[in-house]
């Protein structure tokens, strides 16, 4: 018989944040694994470090970051033969993904080249769109309010007609596309309705208003904008 694919997710980044399913089943897995960058640790895996076995097999799956393109199919390809190897052997497989497993999550293109042929499990994770709301301690969207999730990766045409669309915004991926996204939430007067946040629920964690954010953020960072009848930060 199969293993069962588990696709677990662990949070913004505080272990306490992790779901008391998701502790257990890395707790009892004999077979871990989970992106990581080419250099060095994996987010994913530190949030849970001490759930993990230490005679527990991982299988780190190494993903580059960098502003460049990288064979992606191939790094999912490598990453699902790896894994299949110990389904097909009847084990199962924990797979950590920050925030949650479909939420822009790596686990997506792992469960794609795997759900066909191995019974799956998703665990889901507290995700950074809610984190940072909790963080700003403001509610990102209420009643008949329309939430969109926009990628800082798009153009500023794009951005602006997304935003133009929406009551609430939260604008992921910012690294080097912040000075662009500024410009576009300036251009349309909504600076002071936006809130910037960056490495939530961690030690370093950075919450103000859009005015004062850094013109290059981290990787781990998020602008929550509410279009609503009250700033989004006071």
């Known amino acids: 018989m199969s293993g069962k694919l588990f696709g677990v997710g662990v949070g913004p980044g505080d272990p306490e944040l992790v779901t008391r399913k998701a502790w257990r089943l890395i707790e009892g897995a004999r077979v871990v694994a989970y992106p990581m960058p080419d250099t060095g640790e994996s987010f994913a895996r530190s949030i849970v470090a001490g759930a993990i076995r230490a005679d527990a097999t991982e299988i780190p799956m190494i993903v580059p970051m960098r502003t460049g393109r990288f064979p992606a199919q191939d790094i999912y390809e490598d990453a699902a033969a790896r894994i299949a190897v110990h389904l097909d052997a009847g084990e199962n497989v924990v797979v950590l993904c920050e925030g949650d497993p479909f939420f822009y999550g790596s686990f997506m293109y792992v469960f794609a080249r795997l759900s066909a042929r191995h019974p799956c499990e998703i665990v889901p994770g507290v995700s950074s769109v809610m984190a940072v709301a909790s963080a700003l301690q403001r509610p990102i969207a209420g009643r008949n309010d329309v939430l969109t ?18 009551d609430a915004v939260a604008i992921m991926k910012l690294g080097r596309h912040m000075g662009k996204v500024r410009t576009v939430i300036e251009r349309m007067r909504l600076a002071d309705r936006t809130g910037y946040a960056a490495h939530v629920s961690l030690e370093g964690e950075q919450l103000c208003p859009l005015r004062e954010a850094p013109d290059h953020p981290p990787y781990f960072s998020m602008l929550l904008l509410y279009k609503g009848s009250d700033p989004w930060l006071r």
Not at 149 to 166: C, K, M, N, Q
């Open 149 to 166: 999730v926009i990628p800082a990766t798009l153009d500023e045409a794009e951005i602006e007609r997304r935003i133009e669309g929406a």
